[in-house]
């Protein structure tokens, strides 16, 4: 496979972007303070019943803001993903990314129009 020069940049930026982070997982994540608080289920067992029964669903928010990995600045749809700093997966880094991370980390699918 060939790749352009579009994908040779988001593949490097990408790896830049996770390279401090041992393992990146997309989606809500119940140990988060900052995905708590985004979802503002603080409220004790309702949040945790809703989060078990799968209603909260990141279905992603409109931003302008860098991608937490690859650093894209197009508007797009940002998601909540995490990252862990050590290999004891203690300290987990809240990370709002664009959906082309998501499809890369998914499937490895590359972006057909990157900046
Ligand atoms: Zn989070
Ligand atoms: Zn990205």
């Known amino acids: 496979m060939e790749y352009s020069d579009s994908d040779k ?10 390279k401090d982070i041992h393992v990146v997982s997309d989606g809500f ?7 708590l608080n985004n979802y503002d289920i603080c ?3 309702k949040g945790e019943h809703m989060y078990q029964n799968g209603e909260i669903v990141d279905k992603g928010s409109f931003s302008h803001n860098a991608c937490d990995i690859c650093g894209s600045k197009l508007g797009g749809n940002r998601f909540s993903a995490h990252g862990v700093l050590d290999t004891d997966h203690k300290e987990i880094v809240h990370l709002e990314v664009c959906v082309d ?15």
């Open 9 to 18: 940049r988001f593949m490097a930026a990408f790896s830049n972007g996770i």
């Open 29 to 35: 994540s119940w140990n988060c303070p900052e995905c």
């Open 43 to 45: 409220c004790g067992h």
């Open 101 to 115: 991370c998501i499809m890369y980390m998914a499937n490895g699918d590359l972006p057909e129009v990157w900046e």
